[in-house]
Each structure stands twice: as structure tokens, then as C-alpha cells.
């Protein structure tokens, strides 16, 4: 871990349960390391692209046709979602001598980009609502991920494309005494930083959110919610007016590294690129690179039909503003701008090897819909209109890493978002896009530049670490009051 020591406020999460999950499958990997070392040779993961099928989907911008010919290029960008986009498009403002591609498998934002649960959060996972033991860069990616936000509103401007960006606040809310208390704690210390949160009580959280589950809520001003396919629109549009050139059906399927890296596609057509960028999230370890850095956990997320603004006051989310809440299987909710509630998280799901394995549906749509009730009773029968889940790269403490890997340092990423990509993307890409200048110095005392990840065991350990750690957190955890 490289991001200094964290002081956690007391509140599970799921960053606990897959840095225990790691423990558990390091002592085992006490009595087998040698298995460790050769499975990836007896296990090879899958290279799983499932279809994007969610209601974001439905704004997916139009393809661009396939890789047709062989290509020589500067920088080749594997993977079209936030990061790939966003690093294409700074790279060519950084360095708009140097010709740029984006090489997408599927279409752009097929993946955790333009599936995600919509929340556009400050800060990294790890230091949400986590002081380190440098307050005061706590307090710098605070203002560093505020003023992004503001930049993507900017940028949705500049390209015409509304990509619903709302700022109304986000709030974390708790389900316990215990949580709310270290919350407070919490906000003290960060409002003597200088940051603008708040705690609140569990009255104010009924009233901005009609229920009466929460025992108080942790108040950002500055986040928010976006219609997550659209703002990969954005970036589309500001990438090739940048001058980037953007492949989408075209997935690379081996990678031969060397001062010149050379990229073989399904189609058989080559490119050469003298740097290549790494973003493909959850799917990395896929080629080759950051295998034991992530862990590819699946998550699920429902979403119901429009209500109307009436049935909404009836409901009373007044404040139409997205929250989450503090447990290990975290849950976390929304409103589109037609008044759809959509609620994702829960029992976190690992198949096997990062495979497909079935994606148990059936059961979480079950979980959805009960959490769902539990908060809002009034919506007792009410089914979901449409339902999704994809993987996401969690790392095992929550913690970020963005940086120059490989045999010849010509290979940048952004990787272990933890579910705040929608916001840090961006912010990596333009990171990336420094780095591959040789310009990275203004970011060297950002503790994600560059940062090793804690270990993640191979297979068979990280299933039997994650499922043993999982059925111990649904034994032991106390379910949220109704």
C-alpha cells in the first residue's frame, strides 16, 4: 500500500472486506505458494466482454466502423470508456504533434463506463471519508476531484452534448449509532481542512430523502449524478475533435511489447505504437498486465419506471439527490432526470477465474427489491423495468493507481477506481497523458501516481478468500432497520 496509513471512522465497507479477503487468502497461500505461482498457466481467465444491456445503453453514441488496415501511431489507447477517451483527448493537447487511436473491443463505453451506478463522487474510494496521515493532501484530491467535476460541465458544454450532470450534493448515509458518530467526527476534522461537508442528522436525511431507515448522512456539495453513457459521449466528441481517431469492434488479441509495441487485432490487421495506454479496467489482467492489482467484482443494478413528479413528493425524495450507504454490501441509489429510481450494490458477486459463471439475477433482483422497500415502503410491488451487472475493478483496499508499467516504460493505466471511475477517470487520463510527455512532475506527490496495489492471490485463493470472506460479513452483519 502506498497511499500512507489511513484512519478509518469505524464504518464497515466494502474496502474492509476485500483487504480480508486478501489476508484470508494469503495464509493460504502460506501452505501453497507454488500453486500460486503456475495457476495462471492452469487457469486462464476469460476474456468475458459482456454486452452492455443497461438503460444507459439506450444513449450509446453510434459506432464507429472497425480497424480496417494496418497502422504505424504515437500512442495506441486500448479500451474505449472514460479513461481510454479522456487520455486520448489530453494526449492530443498535450502533445498534438503525436497521432493518437482508441482501439474499443465492443463500442465505446460497453464496459464498467457506461454501467455504472451514475454517482459522480470526490475524492478516491480509499480516502472517502478516510483521513491518511497527510491531511493535507486528503484536503489537495478534494479540491483536485471538486474541480474536475466542474470540468465536465465545462466539457459537456463546450461539445453541445447534455450529458445530465447535476450537482445537488451526494450523501452518504448510515445505518448504525456507531457509523454516524465517527461521521460527525469525521466532518469536524475536514471542515477545519477546509472542506465544505457536512453532517447530518437523521432528520435532515429523512427530509431530503423521505426515509427513516438512516441514523445520519455525510454531506458533499460538491458531487452529484450523470447519465453515464452520455458523458462517454462527451469525451467522444471532444476526442476526435482533438484529432484522436477512435476503432470501436476491435479488440486486441495479442501484444508483442518492445520500444515499439506491436498490437494484433481480431480482424488480423496490426498496429505499432511507440506508447500504448492500458484502459480496459476490470479486463486488464487480460493482457498481461496488473494481475494481481484488482479484483473484478461483479455488481448489479435495477431500475424502475418513471415517476411522476407527484408520486416522487409522495415518496419524498424532495432532493432528487443520489446516496449510498455504509455497509460492507454497500447499496447505492438514484433518479434519472424522468424521475426512474435505479439502486444497484449488494451482495457483491466473483465467479471463478473473473468468468461469467451465470450472474445470479434472479437472486439479486430479489436483493434490490427488498433493500428497495425497506427504504421506500410505499414502493411495495414495484418491479424493475430493466436490469443489469458487468465487473468493476475494486482493489483491495480502495486505493487508485495510475502510472508507466512494462519492460521499456511506454505502457501507461489508470486502474482500481473502487467505484468512483465516473469522476477519476478523467482526472487519470489527464494524469496519463503528462506522464507519457515526460512531463508527470507536477503529479509525483499524488500517493495514486504510480502506486502499488496490495497483492491479489491467484486462483483457486482469491475465490475461496472472497466467498469465505463474503459469507462471513452476510453471517455477521446486522441488516439495516426498517
Not at 473491443?105 to 480516502?127: K, Q
Not at 488479441?253 to 494484433?264: A, D, I, P, S, Y
Not at 443494478?301 to 424532495?318: C, D, K, V
Amino acid at each position: 500500500m502506498s497511499n500512507g496509513d489511513l484512519k478509518p471512522t469505524g464504518r464497515t465497507s466494502r474496502r474492509r472486506f476485500l483487504r480480508d479477503s486478501a489476508l484470508l487468502g494469503g495464509g493460504a497461500l502460506l501452505g501453497a505458494g507454488g500453486l500460486n505461482l503456475i495457476s495462471p498457466r492452469i487457469w486462464r481467465e476469460p476474456l468475458a466482454l459482456d454486452a452492455n444491456v443497461s438503460f444507459w445503453a439506450r444513449s450509446q453514441a453510434p459506432r464507429n466502423a472497425a480497424l480496417a488496415q494496418d497502422l504505424s501511431v504515437d500512442v495506441a489507447v486500448l479500451g474505449g470508456g472514460l479513461t481510454g477517451l479522456s487520455a486520448a483527448l489530453f494526449i492530443r493537447h498535450v502533445s498534438p504533434q503525436k497521432s493518437v487511436v482508441v482501439l474499443e473491443a465492443r463500442g465505446c463505453g460497453n464496459g464498467a463506463s457506461g454501467r455504472n451506478g451514475a454517482m459522480v463522487l470526490t475524492m478516491t474510494a480509499d480516502r472517502y471519508m478516510n483521513f491518511s496521515s497527510a491531511p493535507a493532501m486528503d484536503k489537495q484530491i478534494y479540491n483536485l476531484t471538486a474541480g474536475n467535476i466542474r470540468f465536465l460541465s465545462q466539457l459537456s458544454a463546450a461539445t453541445g452534448i447534455d450529458c445530465e450532470l447535476e450537482t445537488p450534493g451526494a450523501l452518504q448515509v448510515f445505518s448504525s449509532a456507531r457509523d454516524a458518530a465517527a461521521a460527525r467526527e469525521y466532518v469536524r476534522q475536514a471542515r477545519d481542512l477546509g472542506m465544505p461537508v457536512q453532517f447530518w442528522d437523521a432528520g435532515q436525511v429523512r427530509g431530503a430523502l423521505g426515509t427513516n431507515v438512516y441514523e445520519g448522512g455525510f454531506f458533499d456539495p460538491a458531487s452529484g449524478h450523470v447519465h453515464p453513457m452520455k458523458l462517454v459521449h462527451v469525451f467522444i466528441s471532444a476526442a476526435e475533435g482533438a484529432g484522436a481517431r477512435i476503432y470501436e469492434n476491435t479488440e486486441v488479441v495479442g501484444l508483442e511489447e518492445g520500444r515499439e509495441l506491436v498490437l494484433h487485432t481480431n480482424e488480423g490487421r496490426v498496429v505499432r505504437a511507440k506508447s500504448l495506454v492500458l484502459a480496459s479496467n476490470a479486463f486488464t489482467p487480460n493482457l498481461g498486465f496488473l494481475r494481481n492489482s484488482v479484483v473484478p467484482v461483479r455488481e448489479h443494478i435495477g431500475m424502475t419506471r418513471p415517476f411522476s413528479e407527484q408520486e416522487l413528493t409522495e415518496i419524498g425524495w424532495r432532493s432528487r439527490m443520489p446516496f449510498n450507504d455504509s455497509r460492507t454490501e454497500v447499496f447505492f441509489l438514484g433518479l434519472t432526470r424522468d424521475g426512474r429510481i435505479h439502486i444497484g450494490g449488494g451482495t457483491p458477486g466473483y465467479h471463478f477465474n473473473n468468468g461469467s459463471g451465470g450472474s445470479g439475477a434472479a437472486l439479486a433482483r430479489s436483493e434490490l427489491q427488498r433493500e428497495l422497500v425497506r427504504i421506500y415502503p410505499r414502493l411495495a410491488g414495484t418491479d424493475f423495468e430493466i436490469q443489469w451487472d458487468g465487473v468493476v475493478d475494486w482493489s483491495l483496499d480502495a486505493s487508485p493507481s495510475v502510472g508507466t508499467t512494462g519492460k521499456y516504460g511506454n505502457v501507461f493505466y489508470g486502474i482500481g477506481y473502487s467505484g468512483h471511475g465516473v469522476n477519476l477517470t478523467s482526472i487519470f487520463g489527464r494524469i496519463i497523458a503528462d506522464l507519457e510527455a515526460g512531463r508527470g512532475d507536477a503529479w509525483r506527490d499524488y500517493p495514486f501516481v504510480d502506486a502499488n496495489l496490495y497483492y491479489v492471490p491467484n486462483e483457486p485463493f482469491r475465490w475461496l478468500a472472497v466467498k469465505s470472506e463474503l459469507a462471513w460479513y452476510q453471517f455477521t452483519e446486522p441488516p439495516g432497520k426498517s
